[in-house]
């Protein structure tokens, strides 16, 4: 009888065990298998529906409150990187035509001066992007939000042929349209200046080579016109005809005539070697002075000259249609992430209930 009661009290105690276990391990509200998925959605459709629908439909009426935005893009292709002096030298040839297209290369730099501090703040100041931005240029970090901005608005990129695209975003389609030409416009400025500058610092350093070019040269003319001044004026043609009449003299016995002749070719011999040296050193500075003016004047005119550095394909218009934001696809996008929030929680309802039911 005592054995009888403890096995009853134990199957009582597993009875009263085994409904908390089941409370606490609830059954997936479907299995794995498609007529469960179909089961769950059935039961659920209508309430999927209209969560769906009222998120996309909030999204949507949400999506008025945003600004809207146009976009202006202008197009170009960067000119093939040649000096002027190319162009008009007739001494030196060129691989590159000057009407050429740049080529990839090209794009990629003229991107990387689009993004230059100039520019950027060339176009800052003057749409006074500041106060259209609502950013106070005093407060803390308003540099950084003004570049973050300025990014989120203005782009470019290198096209599939190897052009360059410039996008500007702005409430006001004109102010983007002016925004996008002028960064063409600043752009063949800036790329001018740039070769200019470097021409001219180029310029400097012939220049200061021909100066004392020509001082060595006007030296050595002096040197040569002092020896000239003892009578030798060409010194090679000269020794070959002293040297015939002093041996013709020789042969005669002309003592008065090889006296005198001695006397020249003393000369020629004391000052020959010096105007040699002097005189092939300045025919070789000569020479070199023809082309340092060559190249002089070749630098000259890259540093003189203002040719444009782009070939411009569109400029950017004054849009009539927003490019931002898209409504439609806001509210597409709000209603499917709506239809997912709501699978997520009709899955996870069955175990929420069951965690609730073990608690109390």
């Known amino acids: 009888m005592h054995h009888f009661n403890l096995i009853r009290k134990k199957s009582l105690s597993l009875a009263t065990f085994v409904p908390k276990v089941v409370l ?5 509200p479907f299995s794995n298998s498609s007529p469960g998925v179909f089961q769950f959605l059935m039961a659920h459709w209508k309430k999927l529906l209209i969560i769906s629908f009222i998120s996309g439909l909030l999204a949507f009426g949400f999506s008025f409150l945003i ?37 990839e290369e090209e794009a990629e730099r003229v991107i990387q001066i689009l993004q230059a501090n100039e520019i950027r703040e060339y176009i800052i100041a003057n749409y006074d992007l500041w106060k259209h931005y ?29 052009s360059v695209e410039i996008s500007v975003l702005d409430t006001d389609p004109k102010r983007a349209a002016g925004m996008a030409n002028d960064l063409v416009h600043k752009l063949d400025t800036l790329k001018n200046r740039i070769q200019q500058e470097r021409a001219q610092q180029g310029l400097l350093v012939v220049e200061a080579k021909y100066s004392e070019l020509e001082k060595r040269i006007d030296l050595l003319s002096d040197s040569l016109g ?126 929420l209930q069951a965690s609730r039911q073990a608690k109390g």
């Open 24 to 28: 606490m391990n609830p059954q997936p």
């Open 134 to 162: 609502d950013i106070d240029p005093k407060a803390a970090k308003a540099r950084t939000k003004m570049m973050r901005k300025y990014k989120e608005n203005v782009s470019f990129r290198r096209t599939e042929f190897n």
């Open 67 to 103: 600004k809207p935005k146009y976009k202006g893009t202008a197009v170009f292709y960067p000119a093939v990187t040649q000096s002027i002096s190319n162009l008009v030298s007739t001494g030196r040839g060129t691989d590159k035509d000057f009407l050429d297209y740049g080529e």
């Open 226 to 351: 002092i020896i000239r001044n003892k009578g030798i004026n060409d010194y090679e043609s000269q020794a070959e005809v002293v040297n015939k009449e002093f041996a013709a003299a020789v042969a005669s016995g002309n003592q008065r005539a090889i006296t005198a002749l001695q006397q020249k070719l003393d000369t020629l011999s004391k000052y020959g070697s010096a105007y040699l040296s002097l005189s092939s050193e300045l025919d070789l500075l000569t020479e070199q002075k023809v082309l340092l003016e060559r190249k002089r004047e070749e630098i000259k005119t890259d540093a003189e000259s203002f040719v444009p550095q782009i070939m411009p394909i569109d400029f950017a218009y004054e849009a009539d249609s927003k490019t931002y934001p898209k409504r439609l696809l806001i509210a597409l996008g709000a209603s499917l992430s709506g239809l997912i929030l709501g699978v997520l929680y009709f899955l996870a309802l069955p175990f």
